[in-house]
Structures are given as C-alpha cells and as structure tokens.
C-alpha cells in the first residue's frame, strides 16, 4: 500500500521560494502518475502540476506555469514541487497524489487514488 508524506512548507514573503516534497513509502512511484493539487479553504481542490513516470512528461496549471517545476528523484522515491516567485494567492495547503493508471498520462484532476496529509503554505508578508 502507498503512503505519501508531504513536507517543505511554511510562511514565506511575496517572491519567494519553496520547495515541497513527496516522499512515497511501500511502493515505487516509478509505476504511478503523481500529481500536486492544493486547496484554500470554502474552495474546490485545484490541480497545480504532475508528471509521468513512464516518460517524465509534466504539466502545469496555467496559474503556475512558469514559476513552479516538478520534479522527481527516483533513488530518494521522492516527488518535488519547486515553487517560484510565489504570491499571496499561491496560499493553500498543498497536497500531492498518485495513481498507477496515471502512469502513462498523469491529470489535473481528482482521480488518485492514494492521497497525502498537505503541507501548509503561506504567501504573506
């Protein structure tokens, strides 16, 4: 069974960087589609950016497209979200997830099935 265990956020001011990871536990994400979503309050979840195992093709929201990389270090089984240029409204707690019938054309959407905690992030100065 998959566990995912997001880490790398916390406060930092209007244009500055984070990076979150994903490190996987009980399976190798090598076989799966992982994506990052986050999630402000009274608001639906939105899709940020994810990437295929198969190939390492990636994608962006458009809202971070430009200013956030995703990435993946397959010694470590660890997913990274490297976020840019960061502004107020990149405030949300950030989840990642994965999915093995995502392995080949991962989504933005929400159907993964293994999900992590989130790890805050706020943009504010």
């Known amino acids: 069974q998959l566990q995912l265990v997001e880490s790398g956020g916390g406060l930092v001011q209007p244009g500055g960087s984070l990076r979150l990871s994903c490190a996987g536990s009980g399976s190798n994400l090598n076989y799966y589609g992982i994506g990052w979503f986050r999630q402000v309050p009274g608001k639906e979840r939105e899709g940020v950016s994810c990437?295929?195992?198969?190939?390492?093709?990636?994608y962006y929201a458009d809202s971070v497209k430009g200013r956030f990389t995703i990435s993946m270090d397959n010694a470590k089984n660890t997913v990274y979200l490297q976020m840019n240029r960061l502004k107020p409204e990149d405030t949300a707690v950030y989840y990642c997830?994965?999915?093995?019938?995502?392995?080949?054309?991962?989504?933005?959407?929400?159907?993964?099935?293994?999900w992590g905690q989130g790890t805050q992030v706020t943009v504010s100065s």
């Open positions: 997830a994965a999915d093995r019938l995502l392995f080949r054309l991962c989504v933005l959407r929400e159907e993964y099935d293994y």
């Open positions: 990437i295929t195992s198969s190939d390492g093709s990636t």
